[in-house]
């Protein structure tokens, strides 16, 4: 069993950043992919960024170019770097591991946080 809680959401203004954090405990190891994930009021959940092993990247094209995914393994800990933010990142960003099936451009994921939640104002 995989155990992950994210921390770092707040509310920002437009143009600000924020580093969000996952740190994930229990059976995890550093070869499992990781991703974040976002979902907003009356949207469905969608990719953000992950961490394909062995360190394949993919972004979703609404983040490339201002957000950064990122991993200490020694720390067991999975990071989104996000600049530049618009009002249209608000959401509550989930971090997921262990990727179980990848048949689209994100994976589906066993493991999955509670999400925190990110505020930006324009």
């Known amino acids: 069993q995989v155990h992950l809680v994210e921390s770092g959401g707040d509310s920002v203004q437009a143009g600000g950043s924020l580093r969000l954090s996952c740190a994930a405990s229990?059976?995890?190891?550093?070869?499992?992919?990781m991703a974040w994930f976002r979902q907003a009021p009356g949207k469905e959940r969608e990719g953000v960024a992950q961490?394909?092993?062995?360190?394949?990247?993919t972004y979703a094209e609404s983040v490339k170019g201002r957000f950064t995914i990122s991993r200490a393994n020694d720390k067991n800990t999975l990071y989104l770097q996000g600049n530049g933010l618009k009002p249209e990142d608000t959401a509550i960003y989930y971090c997921?591991?262990?990727?179980?099936?990848?048949?689209?451009?994100?994976?589906?994921?066993?493991?999955w946080g509670q999400g925190t939640q990110v505020t930006v104002s324009s």
């Open positions: 997921a591991a262990h990727a179980s099936r990848c048949l689209k451009e994100f994976c589906d994921y066993d493991y």
């Open positions: 229990g059976s995890i190891r550093s070869r499992y992919s």
């Open positions: 961490i394909l092993s062995p360190g394949v990247i």
